[in-house]
C-alpha cells in the first residue's frame, strides 16, 4: 500500500512537470512568433520609438518631436538624454535596448556600419538626403557606398578671436596672427589630434586616402609628413602661441590669449567671455616652408543614425528624416547654433549673417577642410596622433627621429587586424 | 639638576609647538581643496576654470539649479533619493551576506572550509572592467537592468567576497564560549544569534557602514546597469553625467553644489561612527 | 542526533546500486525517489523539481547553448531588402558574445546539476544506511532542524555562494574566455562573429607590438603600487604620532579635519584635484599671483610630474585612513612596556623604531597587502585625475601615467580590443594572485585562519 503510494506521487509529479515543460515550449515558441510580428508591424508607420538626444539639444528637439506626433499620431517617441560623443560605445552595449534613433558624430559611421548597428537609409531616402544637403555632408553619412545616416549639422574649427586686439587681417596668416597676438591653442595634451592632424593634410598629404575610406591611403612618412611635425616643434619656440586647454576661455577673458581655434559649438561661451570684441574667421594660412598654403581643418557631420536593431524601422527613418529635415535645421541653429547642412536652411538670411555660422560655412569646402575619416580603424588613428603632436612638440622627438615616427605610425594605423 | 629641567621643559615647548606647527600646515592642505568645492559652489560667475580662488560673487544659484531641477535633466533630488533608498537596501543585505559568510567561514568547521578561503581571496582579485558587460547581460536575462533592484543585487553580491575583515574579528572571540553554550545544550544557529552576534557590535557597524557608503561613490558600473534611464540613476552617476564634455564648463558649479550636498550626510555619519570603523579594522588584527 | 554512527567509511555508489531497493535504484535515474520511499516529501519533491527544471531547461536551451560554444555562431546578422517597404529588413543572425556568455552560463547550470545530484545519491546513501542500522528515517522537522546546527553553514552560505557563482564566477570565466577569441574591433557583434584563436593573443602582448607598451606599463603600474602603499602607511602613521603626541590639545579637532577627507566620495575629491592641479587651475594662478612661478608647473601634463602629483594626490587620499587606523592601535598600545623602556633610558626614536611601529606594522599588515593589491587596480586615481595622459608616442592605446588596469579600460572603451584588454586582465591577475597568496601564507592572520 504504502509503496504504491509513493510511486503514485512519483508518477503524477513527472506528469505534471512533464506538461509544464511543454507549456514553456509552446510558451517560448508563441513568443518568438509573435517577435516577427512586430518587425512585421513596422512596415506601418507606428511604433514606440526611442530618441537619445544631447542633453543641451532637448529642448529644442523636444518641440520639433510633438510636431512629428501630430503628424503621425500612430507613433508614440520617448526623448531621453544620451550623449552623442559615445554613441557607439552606449549602442553596442546593447543595441536591443538602446534608442531606435540617435545623434552621433559621422565619424563613427564606418565602426557602427561594420558592426552591424546603423541602419542603411534605402533608396528613396538617400536621394532626398543628396538632393537636399551640401556634398560633404552627404559624404560623411556615405560608407562604402551606401548612406548610413541623415546629417543635420555641420562642424569645423575656426578661429576666434578678439578685435580690440587683432584686425581681420592680422588673421589671414598664421604668422602675422600669432606675431601680433597670442593664439592660445592645444599641441601639447589631448585633443591635439583633432586640432593638428589636418596639417598633413593642409601640407598635401592624405590620411586614409581621399575619401577617408583607404586603409592604405595614409602617406604623411614623407617629405612634407616631416616638414609638418618641424613646423610643429617650432610652435614650442613661437612666443604668439600658448599653450592652452582646458582654461582657453577664461584665459581669453582675462586677456592672457587673443584667439583660438574652436568649433560652433563654442561660440556661446567666447561670447561671453569677448563681448562684443568677439571676432569669427576662418583659418589662417601656414607655411610650412614652401610658401603660404591654407591650414585646414577636419569637417565633422551630425548625423541622425537610425538603430539596425529597432523593431520598428519605418517609423524611426521617418522620425531620423523629420530630425534632420529643413525646419528642424533651422531650429537647432536658432535655439543651439548648429551650423546646417541642408541647402536651404544654410541659404537663410538668420544663418548667412551669423558670424560663425558663415566661417563655418566658408570652412565647409575642400579648400579649408577634409571630411574626417571615418573608417572603422580610425579609433587606433587618434591616440597615436596624439601622442606624435604632443612628443613632437614638447621636443620628446628628435628632428632627426621625425621619419622614423611617421614610418611606424603609417604601419602602424594602417594595419588591419586579423 | 633645575638647569637640566628647565632645558628638558623648554625643548618639550619646541617640539610642542612644532607638532602644531606641523599639523597646522597639514590641515591647511588638506582642507584646502574642500573648502574650495564650498567655495566654487557659492560662485556665480565663471566657468570651471577661473585663476582665482574667492569667487568674486556669491550666490545659491548653482544649488537652487540642482533642487529645482530647472532643467528638467538633472533630477538631483530624486537620484539623492534613489541612492539612500539602494544604500539603505543593500546595506541592510550586505550586512547579512557579508557577517553570515564571515560567521561560517570562522567559526564553523566543514570540508570546503579552507578551499572557499583561499578561492575567495584570489576572486576578489580580477580586475572588473572586463565582466561589466557580462554582469550587465546576466541581469538583462533576469530582466533586472535598468532598475534599483539590480542595483542591490550587483552591490550584495559583491559582499559575499568581503568577509575577510570580518572573519578576522570573529577569529578573535574566543571558542570557549561557543564550546560551554554547546555543552548547555544550544544549537549553532542559538550560538551565533544569542552570543556571537550580540559580541559583534563594532564589526556589523563597520560593515554596514561601508555597505552603505558604497553607492554614493560607484559611477562606472551603476551608469552601465541604469544606461539612460535618468530619472534612477543615483547621486554618483548622476554628478559624474553633468562632467560630460560638453556641459562640464557650464554645470560645473551646480556639479560642486551636488558634492557638498551628498558629502554633508555621509561625513556627518562616517564621522559620528568613526570610533567603529577604527575598531572594525583593527579588532580583526589584534589578537 | 547524528552522531557520526555510520563512520566515515561510506559503502560505494555501485555497491548502493547493486543492494539497494527499487526506490533506491531508481534515485540513480529519477532524482528523489528515494526520499519519497521514505516520506521525506518535501526533498523529495525539491530534488525532482531540480531535475525535471533542469531536463526542460536542458532540451529547450541548454543544447543549443553548449553546442555553440563550439562555434561561437554561424549565422552573420544580414540585410534582406524588402520590396514592399522599399527598404533593407534585418534578419538577426548569431551574437558570439552572448552565445559565449550564454554557453559559459550553461555549463554552471551543468555543473550546479552534477553536484545537486551528488547530493540526491548522498542523501539515498544516508537513507539507506540509517535503514541498514535499523533507526528512523529524518523526518522533514529533524532536516530542517539540523540547517540550524550541523548543517549551519550550508544556511549561511548557499545564497551568498549563489551570487558569487552567477555574478562574479561567470562573468569572470566570460572574461577569461574572450583572450582566446578574436574578439576585437573588426569582429564587433552584433553583425561580425569572432571565434576562437587559441593562445595568440598572449603571445601579441608579451612577444608581438603590445610588448613595448606591456611592460613599461607593468613596471610602472609596480612602482606606483609600491609607493602610493608605503607613503600613505608611512605618513599616516606619523600623523597619528604627531596628533597623539603628549600635550597635543584638541586631538579630536585635528582627527577631525583629515576623517573629512575620507569621507568625500573619491570620485569627488579627484576630479576637482584635477581641476585644482591643471596648467591653469587655481593652484598655479595663485602661485603666479604671488610671482613664486612664471609659467605654470605641468603637475598633470608632464610625464614625470604627473606620476609625482599621482603619488602626492594619493596621498592627500590615504593618509587619514591609516592615520585614523593607527591611531586606533596607539591608543590600545602597552603603556607599560612604554614605560619599562623608557626607565631603561630609550628615547623617542627607539621606543618608535622597536615598540610602536612593529605594534602597528603587525596589526595593519593584512591590510596593508589589501591596500597593495587595491593599488594595483587602482583605477580611479588614475581615470579621474589624469585620464591616463600625458600621452605617450611608443606606447600603443596607453599613456605615460596609465596603469595595467586603465590600460585595460581603454582597451575595452576606445579601441574596442576586448580580446587584449582580456589579457591584460588575465595578467593582472596572476600578478596579484601569486602575490598575495604568498603574502597571506606567510602573514599570522592567514595561519590563524
Not at chain 2, 564553523?108 to 576572486?123: C, D, E, G, Q, T
Not at chain 3, 570565466?173 to 557583434?189: E, G, Q, R
Amino acid at each position: 500500500m504504502k509503496k504504491k503510494n509513493w510511486k503514485k506521487l512519483l508518477l503524477g509529479s513527472l506528469i505534471v512537470s512533464m506538461s509544464l515543460m511543454t507549456l514553456a515550449g509552446c510558451g517560448s515558441k508563441s513568443s518568438s512568433s509573435s517577435d516577427s510580428k512586430a518587425t512585421a508591424g513596422g512596415t506601418e508607420m507606428k511604433g514606440d520609438i526611442k530618441v537619445w538626444i544631447d542633453t543641451e539639444h532637448i529642448a529644442a528637439i523636444k518641440s520639433q518631436v510633438k510636431k512629428f506626433e501630430k503628424a503621425n499620431p500612430k507613433i508614440h517617441v520617448t526623448v531621453k538624454s544620451g550623449s552623442s560623443a559615445d554613441a557607439m560605445k552606449d549602442v553596442s552595449k546593447d543595441p536591443e535596448k538602446a534608442a531606435d534613433v540617435f545623434m552621433m558624430p559621422h565619424d563613427q559611421v564606418g565602426q557602427m556600419a561594420e558592426a552591424g548597428l546603423l541602419y542603411p537609409v534605402g533608396k528613396k531616402n538617400t536621394t532626398t538626403i543628396k538632393n537636399e544637403n551640401i556634398q560633404s555632408a552627404v559624404d560623411g553619412v556615405t560608407y562604402k557606398d551606401k548612406v548610413y545616416g541623415f546629417p543635420y549639422g555641420i562642424e569645423s574649427q575656426v578661429l576666434y578671436y578678439n578685435k580690440s586686439k587683432l584686425s581681420a587681417d592680422d588673421v589671414k596668416s598664421w604668422d602675422t596672427l600669432t606675431s601680433k597676438g597670442k593664439l592660445g591653442t592645444n599641441f601639447a595634451e589631448a585633443g591635439a589630434n583633432y586640432i593638428f592632424a589636418p596639417l598633413f593634410l593642409s601640407n598635401g598629404d592624405q590620411i586614409y586616402g581621399s575619401n577617408g575610406e583607404d586603409l592604405k591611403g595614409t602617406n604623411i612618412n614623407n617629405e612634407k609628413g616631416v616638414q609638418v611635425l618641424s613646423w610643429i616643434a617650432q610652435q614650442k619656440q613661437n612666443k604668439g602661441v600658448v599653450q592652452t586647454n582646458a582654461a582657453a576661455l577664461s584665459n581669453l577673458q582675462s586677456g592672457k590669449i587673443d584667439a583660438f581655434l574652436s568649433g560652433p559649438w563654442s561660440k556661446g561661451d567666447v561670447k561671453k567671455a569677448l563681448g562684443k570684441n568677439m571676432a569669427v574667421a576662418a583659418y589662417p594660412t601656414v607655411n610650412f616652408g614652401n610658401g603660404e598654403t591654407q591650414m585646414k581643418a577636419f569637417l565633422g557631420v551630425k548625423v541622425y543614425g537610425v538603430n539596425q536593431q529597432t523593431k520598428s524601422p519605418v517609423a524611426s527613418l521617418a522620425l531620423a528624416k523629420y530630425l534632420s529635415n529643413e525646419a528642424t535645421q533651422k531650429v537647432e541653429f536658432e535655439k543651439n547654433g548648429v551650423v546646417p547642412t541642408n541647402t536651404k536652411a544654410q541659404a537663410l538670411t538668420e544663418v548667412q549673417n551669423d558670424e560663425t555660422a558663415k566661417s563655418v560655412l566658408e570652412m565647409s569646402d575642400s579648400n579649408h577642410t577634409v571630411v574626417m575619416p571615418k573608417l572603422p580603424e580610425i579609433i587606433s588613428f587618434w591616440p597615436p596622433m596624439d601622442s606624435l603632436i604632443n612628443d613632437t612638440y614638447k621636443g620628446k622627438i628628435k628632428s632627426s627621429q621625425y621619419q622614423d615616427k611617421l614610418n611606424k605610425f603609417v604601419k602602424d594605423t594602417s594595419k588591419k587586424s586579423k | 639638576m633645575e638647569a637640566k629641567a628647565k632645558n628638558y621643559k623648554a625643548k618639550k615647548r619646541n617640539t610642542r609647538f612644532l607638532v602644531y606647527a606641523i599639523l597646522t600646515i597639514m590641515s591647511i592642505i588638506w582642507l584646502f581643496p574642500i573648502v574650495w568645492i564650498v567655495l566654487t559652489s557659492f560662485r556665480s560667475e565663471g566657468g570651471a576654470f577661473v585663476p582665482y580662488i574667492m569667487p568674486k560673487d556669491f550666490t545659491l544659484n548653482n544649488y537652487k539649479i540642482l533642487l529645482t531641477d530647472a532643467t528638467g535633466n538633472f533630477p538631483f533630488v530624486r537620484w539623492f533619493l534613489n541612492t539612500f533608498v539602494v544604500a539603505t537596501f543593500s546595506c541592510l543585505l550586505s550586512t547579512f551576506i557579508t557577517i553570515a559568510m564571515a560567521y561560517a567561514l570562522s567559526r564553523l568547521r566543514f570540508k570546503m572550509r579552507r578551499p572557499i578561503l583561499k578561492i575567495a581571496l584570489v576572486l576578489n582579485m580580477f580586475p572588473g572592467f572586463m565582466s561589466m558587460i557580462a554582469v550587465y547581460y546576466i541581469l538583462k536575462a533576469l530582466d533586472l537592468t535598468q532598475s534599483l533592484v539590480a542595483l542591490v543585487l550587483i552591490y550584495s553580491a559583491g559582499a559575499a567576497l568581503g568577509f575577510y575583515v570580518a572573519k578576522g574579528f570573529f577569529d578573535t572571540i574566543p571558542m570557549a564560549l561557543d564550546e560551554s553554550a554547546m555543552i548547555d545544550g544550544a544549537n549553532k544557529w542559538q550560538i551565533f544569534t544569542k552570543i556571537t552576534l550580540p559580541l559583534s557590535k563594532p564589526i556589523i557597524v563597520y560593515t554596514a557602514l561601508m555597505a552603505f557608503m558604497g553607492p554614493w561613490m560607484d559611477f562606472i558600473f551603476a551608469k552601465i546597469i541604469m544606461g539612460d534611464d535618468v530619472k534612477d540613476y543615483t547621486v554618483a552617476i548622476g554628478l559624474y553625467s553633468m562632467m560630460s564634455k560638453t556641459t562640464a564648463n557650464s554645470l560645473f558649479m551646480s556639479f560642486t553644489a551636488g558634492c557638498v550636498l551628498i558629502a554633508i550626510p555621509i561625513t556627518l555619519l562616517f564621522i559620528y561612527m568613526q570610533k567603529y570603523y577604527v575598531e572594525g579594522i583593527t579588532s580583526g588584527s589584534v589578537k | 542526533m547524528f552522531k557520526k554512527s555510520y563512520g566515515e567509511q561510506h559503502i560505494t555508489y555501485r555497491e548502493l546500486f547493486k543492494k539497494g531497493d527499487l526506490a533506491t535504484k531508481l534515485s540513480f535515474i529519477i532524482m528523489g525517489s528515494a526520499n519519497f520511499a521514505n516520506k521525506q516529501f518535501v526533498k523529495g519533491c525539491i530534488f525532482l523539481a531540480v531535475e525535471v527544471g533542469f531536463f526542460a531547461w536542458f532540451i529547450q536551451n541548454g543544447i543549443h547553448a553548449l553546442g555553440m560554444l563550439q562555434t561561437l555562431g554561424t549565422k552573420k546578422q544580414g540585410l534582406h531588402y524588402d520590396a514592399n517597404l522599399g527598404i533593407d529588413v534585418l534578419q538577426k543572425g548569431d551574437n558570439s558574445m552572448l552565445l559565449l556568455l550564454f554557453g559559459i552560463a550553461a555549463i554552471l547550470l551543468c555543473v550546479v546539476m552534477i553536484v545537486m545530484y551528488i547530493v540526491n545519491l548522498r542523501s539515498t546513501r544516508h537513507i539507506y544506511e540509517v535503514k541498514a542500522a535499523g533507526e528512523p528515517v529524518a523526518t522533514f522537522k529533524q532536516d530542517m532542524s539540523s540547517l540550524l546546527n550541523e548543517r549551519f553553514h550550508m544556511t549561511l552560505m548557499t545564497i551568498p555562494l549563489l551570487g558569487v557563482l552567477f555574478f562574479t564566477i561567470l562573468p569572470l570565466l566570460y572574461m577569461i574566455s574572450i583572450a582566446f577569441t578574436n574578439y576585437d574591433h573588426v569582429h564587433l557583434p552584433p553583425k561580425n562573429l569572432f571565434t576562437w584563436v587559441g593562445f595568440s593573443n598572449f603571445g601579441n602582448v608579451i612577444t608581438g607590438d603590445m610588448a613595448s607598451t606591456f611592460f613599461p606599463v607593468l613596471s610602472w603600474t609596480l612602482i606606483w603600487a609600491v609607493f602610493a602603499t608605503v607613503t600613505c602607511f608611512f605618513f599616516g602613521v606619523i600623523l597619528a604620532l604627531l596628533i597623539n603626541t603628549k600635550g597635543i590639545k584638541f586631538k579630536k579637532m585635528w582627527r577631525t579635519i583629515f576623517v573629512l577627507t575620507i569621507a568625500v566620495p573619491q570620485f569627488i575629491s579627484l576630479l576637482v584635484m584635477h581641476n585644482l592641479l591643471n596648467d591653469a587651475g587655481p593652484i598655479n594662478a595663485l602661485l603666479k599671483n604671488w610671482g613664486v612661478i612664471s609659467t605654470s608647473i605641468p603637475f598633470l601634463t608632464d610625464p614625470t610630474l604627473a606620476k609625482i602629483s599621482i603619488i602626492v594626490v594619493n596621498m592627500w587620499i590615504g593618509i587619514p585612513t591609516t592615520m585614523l587606523i593607527s591611531t586606533g592601535i596607539i591608543q590600545n598600545l602597552d603603556q607599560e612596556q612604554i614605560e619599562a623602556a623608557e626607565m631603561d633610558g630609550a628615547n623617542k626614536l627607539q621606543i618608535f623604531k622597536s615598540i610602536t611601529f612593529p605594534q602597528i606594522l603587525f596589526v595593519m599588515m593584512p591590510s596593508l597587502i589589501q591596500q597593495f593589491i587595491g593599488n594595483i587596480n587602482n583605477f580611479n586615481v588614475i581615470f579621474l585625475l589624469t585620464g591616463g595622459g600625458p600621452s605617450n608616442s611608443n606606447y600603443y592605446g596607453a599613456g605615460s601615467t596609465d596603469l595595467l588596469v586603465t590600460w585595460l579600460y581603454n582597451l575595452t572603451v576606445n579601441t574596442m580590443d576586448y580580446n587584449l584588454a582580456s589579457v591584460i586582465g588575465i595578467l593582472i591577475f596572476i600578478l596579484s594572485a601569486v602575490f598575495s597568496l604568498w603574502a597571506y601564507t606567510h602573514t599570522n592572520s592567514y595561519k590563524e585562519g
